[in-house]
């Protein structure tokens, strides 16, 4: 008996796939949902499913002999796409939306970012606030702390803090979750 001889499929086709005449194996180890076959030559599995009008799916082809399941392919893909996209639907992504100021904010554009944030926090996005530092304002970074720091506790009612701020260059960041602190 010569050893079977296996192709791995192209980097497009990932997971289960048909068996096509690119993989040549000269044997194959065949199941199906209500039994198993055991190792099989390759003409034979073909024959059984013929015989059923299954396709040969391709469970595993790192093994030795590759791993062949009999099954319906069209509505295999059918259900694996019907549960992708259920998935897809149950599925909730978290948008940041980015603040910036200075250090010397009059408190009018202060309060005007602040309703800004609290508005994104109520709409269940993160916010994301860097204070900038120009010129020599970056020896006066404790302002820049003393502003991050009231930004977060005027809005620790609509949101919490995920990290303490921290110097970044010549920048001050730090991002506020959605939700009271826990």
Known sequence: ??????????????????????????????????????????????????????????????????????????????????KAREAKKKQHTIDIKELKMGVRIDTHDYE?????????????????????????EIQHTNLAFDLANKFVVDLEDHGHLDAPPKLEGRQIGLMLSPGKKK
């Open 1 to 82: 008996m010569k050893p079977t001889q296996t192709q791995p499929p192209s980097s497009s086709q990932k997971g289960p796939q048909l068996l096509t005449d690119k993989i040549k194996a000269s044997e194959v180890r065949l199941v199906a949902d209500d039994e198993a076959f055991g190792v099989v030559s390759r003409a034979e599995a073909e024959r059984i499913a013929a015989e059923r009008g299954l396709d040969l799916i391709i469970m595993s082809l790192d093994s030795s002999p590759p791993v062949v399941r009999l099954m319906d392919f069209g509505k295999f893909k059918f259900e694996k796409e019907k």
């Open 112 to 136: 005007v970012k602040m309703k800004k944030a609290e508005g994104f926090l109520t709409h269940g996005h993160k916010v994301k606030l860097t204070i900038r530092l120009r010129g020599r």
